[in-house]
């Protein structure tokens, strides 16, 4: 009996003999406190975020709450768009680039908002008592429980002070403790930083509240943004519940003096219901917040916070090793590790962006933004928004495959808002049907151009988001959720549709205007990016294409489009080898084998798409490993964890973990190296510190463990020599699979254990022989790929340039195998 597993792949790592990870392996921790925000530690859950520093005299435990935006309801169509775009294209098609240009900067680009700030609530600050000359200090976060702890000890006093963000009360947990009755006092206050306008008071004896507005988000570094008025309301709220010792109130601070121990309690709110809705009560919420709380015992708390947690963390485990390394503080082993070996701290490294995500991406919340949850500015960098020509999907490349597909949600719920936002400005700026946004979005779900024509001219921010809806089918087989997110899929199609326009040159159909995100070719002025038909275009629309296709067979749906869909795939443009044997960016071969740009999005076809292949395609795969040898591997920290993925799909883990020890380097001190890398506290440094690095490191390791891209699930693909042996479980594969467990030693699979949830066809790649418990052989692939709910792409041979010498990778070979299996069915199979 034959089966195939489509595109599904499953990852288990298990580490010979050596003992599973202890909680010392899922610690971070360090013998002084944070210096900077750099080094504080991150808590959150999902809806709350805090950096806690651990400062033995002044505490500081700065604040967020993932609603409190810039500015009110609105959008930021241009209208004048529409009357501009047949001279745009006209200009294009001339190569009058800095026309066109101009005309973007003056008839596309918003005339109002640029996008609104995620901005800080402030910050929590503790005030204590004779605390400055304190030794035996630790501070920690233990990624395990979701719960930071700092110790010291203080005139042969022990101090403690347990920090968390409670996933199921919803509030700031904060408890103090002392191995002597009467010994702590502290004064806490709350502040917000300037120009912000709050009020800061005490109300009975033992709460402290602050209240403001957001601003209006005036973003003065565009000449056209126009402010936005700030109606955001939000109230942070502490209430303080000490044992022995005195509480008193004052104007704007609550005192505590000679406690044996205290319990805090602190709840932010704002009046944010949805997009387009602000009428909540926040001091309603607030308030209602801690009461829920207040009723639990301080274990209880800790118990169900940590078992809510736990649910999703404990699912995966891995297991690369350790060394003496794992004794050391982390920021010491960040600084230390492209020198030395520390397979463990490459495993924390990758368990942490897990714990990023579940803190900072909870269903029916907001999705992580580009810094998660975590901002201590008004103003932050890139407004901490959602920068959607790459790095707000990259938040979300590891949810399905590490076994977090419950935090994929708030993703898919802002591509349906956006899909609502984005029709207006598909009809407002393009008269185009479905709807489409540009590079920028926010909690608004602005669909308008912004920023200026350099980096906003890019109408497929929402083709590239309507990916996620279709990739999260392919991990969970679930036809409900199918059609849930069918209608977003369609008008992400239907826009493409619509406004794809046929180039003079080949009659092709392209995206015009656009450009390739952020980059523009050779010899042209930095800020003259505009373009038409560029590669990555091309790549988004041929995904959105097959992927609504597909959607609508499966649910016998729409017949017509299907055949509109059908007949239009063959006029796009095909993938191009140029002169420099490179993968072209752009319709024509101008690509400078010198540039070194973060960006690489002609690469998006390799990694997250599986349009190149090195089975395939193998002309397409070499032209995008010589791409990427051509940009290099330094870069900015997101960039670098891009190209951990791009290197895991080349299937060289040597390459890909070489860039791991690129980003493991310490960054964010005087001593430190510049450019990108790690933070102390194991944020990664774009810089300043972008989120999307940090899950962007966690996918690709996963990547290099287990691959189900491509018409199989691939067991360690991409192994570098370093990680001789180990083991993993509870990855994920396309097509219902999870890899219960796996291991591997000398560099070879020794077994792997499959559960199939679905159902079907499970086709598995290995680099050596794979045979059943018994002995028995396993079926051998066959040529057909008969998965019912995935088809791989059928790719247009691509053009190679006549100046073109390509040298064709040797690719290991491999042993592939067809498995029936049941739902429930568990499959077991052993290494030769």
Request: net charge neutral.
């Amino acid at each position: 009996m034959k089966f195939v597993v489509n595109l599904f792949v499953l990852v288990c790592l298990g580490l010979g003999n050596t003992s599973a990870q202890n909680n010392t392996g899922l610690t971070l921790w360090y013998n002084a406190p944070a210096a900077n925000w750099n080094e504080a530690l991150p808590i959150g859950n999902g809806r709350l975020g805090a950096m806690v520093f651990g400062n033995p005299v002044r505490e500081q435990i700065q604040l967020n709450e993932n609603t409190l935006w810039a500015g009110s309801p609105h959008q930021n169509n241009n209208p004048k768009a529409k009357g501009q775009l047949d001279n745009i294209r006209t200009l294009l098609f001339q190569e009058k680039y800095t026309e066109a240009h101009q005309v973007a900067e003056s008839n596309f680009i918003s005339a109002t908002s640029h996008g609104m700030f995620y901005e800080t609530v402030g910050d929590l600050r503790l005030d204590f008592v004779n605390q400055e000359k304190f030794t035996n200090y630790r501070r920690e976060l233990d990624i395990e429980k979701a719960i930071t702890t700092t110790t010291y000890t203080v005139d042969g006093v022990d101090y403690k002070r347990e920090v968390f963000t409670s996933f199921t009360d919803q509030v700031i947990v904060i408890k103090l403790t002392a191995s002597q009755k009467g010994k702590i006092s502290f004064s806490a206050g709350m502040d917000r930083p300037a120009p912000a306008v709050v009020t800061v008071a005490t109300e009975k004896n033992d709460i402290l509240k602050m209240t403001g507005l957001s601003s209006d988000g005036f973003n003065k570094r565009v000449k056209s943004a126009k402010p936005i008025k700030g109606l955001v309301e939000f109230e942070s709220r502490l209430k303080i519940v000490p044992e022995g010792g005195k509480l008193t109130a004052e104007t704007n601070k609550l005192v505590v003096t000679n406690a044996n121990t205290v319990l805090m309690y602190l709840s932010i709110a704002t009046n944010f219901v949805n997009y387009k809705d602000i009428s909540a009560d926040a001091h309603k919420r607030a308030v209602d917040y801690i009461a829920k709380a207040e009723k639990k015992k301080y274990n209880q708390l800790v118990q169900d916070h940590t078992a809510f947690y736990q649910k999703y963390f404990n699912r995966v485990q891995l297991n690369l090793g350790q060394t003496d390394a794992v004794t050391k503080p982390t920021d010491v082993r960040i600084k230390e590790f492209s020198t030395t070996y520390d397979p463990s701290l490459a495993a924390l490294y990758f368990q942490f962006g897990r714990y990023l995500l579940i803190s900072s991406s909870q269903p029916g919340g907001q999705a992580a933004n580009l810094q998660g949850i975590w901002n201590k500015d008004l103003l932050p960098p890139w407004k901490s928004a959602y920068t959607i020509n790459i790095n707000t999907q990259m938040n979300y490349w590891p949810a399905e495959v590490t076994n977090l597909t419950e935090m994929h949600e708030p993703l898919i719920q802002l591509v349906k808002e956006l899909s609502v936002t984005g029709a207006e400005t598909a009809k407002v700026m393009y008269g185009a049907d479905g709807w489409m946004a540009h590079h920028n979005t926010d909690i608004w779900r602005i669909a308008g151009a912004v920023d200026g024509a350099t980096w906003g001219m890019w109408p497929t921010g929402g083709t590239w988001l309507a990916q996620h809806l279709w990739d999260k089918y392919m991990f969970n087989g679930d036809k409900n959720y199918l059609r849930s997110v069918y209608p977003t899929m369609k008008g992400a199609a239907e826009f493409c549709l619509s406004f794809l326009t046929k180039e003079p040159k080949n009659n092709w159909l392209i995206v015009s205007p656009s450009l390739s995100p952020e980059h523009g070719p050779a010899g042209r002025p930095r800020s003259i990016n505009i373009q038409q038909g560029t590669t990555m275009d091309n790549q988004l629309v041929y995904d959105i294409f097959v992927k609504t296709i597909q959607a609508a067979k499966i649910l016998n749906l729409d017949a017509a489009l299907v055949t509109k869909i059908e007949n239009t795939l063959p006029q796009l443009p095909p993938m191009q080898i140029g002169k420099h044997n490179q993968l072209q960016e752009w319709l024509e071969d101008w690509d400078d084998p010198t540039e070194d740009h973060r960006h690489v999005s002609h690469l998006y076809g390799l990694y997250p798409s599986n349009q190149i292949s090195p089975y395939r395609n193998p002309e397409l795969f070499e032209g995008a490993k010589n791409t990427l040898i051509q940009r290099g591997d330094p870069s900015t920290g997101w960039s670098m964890n891009w190209k951990i993925n791009l290197w895991a799909r080349l299937l060289d883990g040597n390459h890909a973990y070489k860039l791991m020890g690129d980003q493991i380097k310490l960054v964010g001190r005087p001593d430190s190296p510049k450019g990108g890398g790690t933070y102390a506290n194991m944020f990664d440094a774009h810089p300043p510190f972008q989120i999307d690095g940090n899950f962007g490191f966690t996918s690709g390791l996963t990547e290099m463990l287990v691959q189900s891209h491509d018409g199989a699930i691939h067991l360690i693909p991409a192994l570098p020599d370093v990680w001789k042996a180990g083991t993993v479980s509870g990855l994920r594969a396309r097509g219902g699979f999870e890899i219960k467990s796996m291991e591997w030693k000398a560099g070879k699979l020794t077994k792997v254990v499959l559960k199939s949830n679905l159902g079907g066809n499970c086709r598995v790649r290995s680099y050596n022989e794979l045979v059943l418990p018994n002995g028995k052989t396993v079926p051998v692939a066959s040529n057909e790929n008969p998965n019912p709910f995935y088809q791989l792409p059928e790719i247009k041979k691509p053009l190679v340039s006549t100046a073109a010498s390509l040298t064709k990778t040797s690719l290991r070979p491999s042993f592939v195998y067809d498995i029936p299996t049941k739902a429930g069915e568990e499959i077991v199979l052993v290494g030769r």
